[in-house]
């Protein structure tokens, strides 16, 4: 019997295109707003009263450094920590949920 082997991609771009392509042409926006909401969720359950923001606008720093437009969003949700963002942020449908 052999051992189970990881999963690996050999063209990790073509894979991204190809399920971009399966999505909506602002599903980013959803995607990212509906995180933002669970993050203050998250955040109630610890006890958090305050008034949970989201903003949408431009990276001004980007614009004024670069003159490049970048969408953000911010909240204030619970956040995460540095080695959650390492593992989470550049890997394909990884989360921190359930």
């Known amino acids: 019997m052999t051992a189970t082997q990881p999963i690996t991609v ?4 073509f894979l991204v295109d ?3 392509m399966d999505c909506a042409p ?3 926006i959803r995607e ?3 995180n ?3 993050a203050i969720a998250k955040r109630r359950e610890t006890g958090w009263t305050e008034e949970g923001h989201i903003v949408w606008d431009v990276d001004w720093t980007l614009v004024e450094s670069h003159g490049i437009y970048k969408l953000q969003i911010s909240d204030n949700g619970i956040g995460m920590t ?3 963002i390492e593992q989470y942020i550049n890997s394909l449908s990884s989360s921190g949920g359930t």
């Open 10 to 13: 050999g063209n990790p771009t």
């Open 18 to 20: 190809r399920l971009g």
């Open 26 to 28: 602002f599903q980013y």
């Open 32 to 34: 990212l707003t509906q």
């Open 36 to 38: 933002a909401i669970e």
């Open 82 to 84: 540095g080695p959650q």
